[in-house]
Structure formats: C-alpha cells, structure tokens
C-alpha cells in the first residue's frame, strides 16, 4: 500500500470517527463501503487501535451506561451492543457486573400503573413494556411484588 493511500484510509477513518464513536467492525465496514480495500480498512482499524483513538471496550461501557441511564435491561443492551459491532466477548465482560439503575423498574411501573394494580389489562401492559426493555419475568415479577407493597393501602382499588 502506498504512503498516499495509506494516509488517505487514515484520514477517512479519523474523519468517521470524528462524526461519532464506533467499534471497529463497524469502522472497518464504513471504510470498505468508502472504497477503500479490505486490507487498507483492516489497516486503518489496526492503526487506529494502536493509538488509542480506537477503544471497542471503552466504546461498550459507555453504551451500556447510556442504556441503563435509559432504563433497559441487559438482554436489550446484549442487542444494542451487536448492532453496533461489539463483539460477543467484550459485550459479556462489560455485562458482567450490569445491574439495573436502582428504582428503574419501579418508575417505570408508577408510570404504566400510576398506583393502581387491580386493572389486570394495564398491569399485563406494563409487563410487556417491561420485556420490551429487556427485563426479564423474575425481575418484573420482584418489582410488581415491590409496586404493590409500597401503595398505602387506600390506593390499591379492590
């Protein structure tokens, strides 16, 4: 590869990286569609690696501290990390010690419920926006338990 083609696949990859973060599948994709070669791409993502503009573990922390910051839970963050090109590994190490931010689940259920439990429609709902979050039913189940338990008694309908 010549040192003019070299320094342009650099100059593309930094400028791409400059728009946004990414892992360095993704990367490596954006240069190939780009036009660049496999093997300059390859490079490029090799380079940028080395000198630490590229970081595919530092990128999925910070993916999955937004994603807790929105209130998903790890099945959902597992699938935000493969869409953006972080490999199974890293995704299992910064999942590792995930917990969901503390009171999550709660506010999301006095969102749905708004202190109400006795409508079955509406609970059945919360729960499904509940999975759709990427909770899983022993932690939705735990956090109906915690909702119900935590309403004055005058506040649940019989």
Known sequence: MSTQRSRAVLDAAAKQLSYRALSANKLYEKLTEKGF??????????????????????????????????GY???????????????????????QDFSPAP????ALLEKRLHGDVSDRRQVEKAVAALQRRGFGWNEIRQALADYGDSLPEDEISP
């Open 37 to 70: 070669s496999e093997q300059e791409a390859a490079y490029a993502v090799a380079w940028m690696t080395e000198h630490r503009l590229l970081d595919d573990t530092a990128y999925a922390a910070g993916i999955v501290r937004s994603c807790t910051r929105k």
């Open 73 to 95: 839970g790890a099945p959902r963050i597992r699938q935000e990390l493969t869409r953006r090109g972080i490999e199974r590994e890293i995704a299992d190490a910064v999942l």
């Open 103 to 106: 009171g999550v689940l709660h």
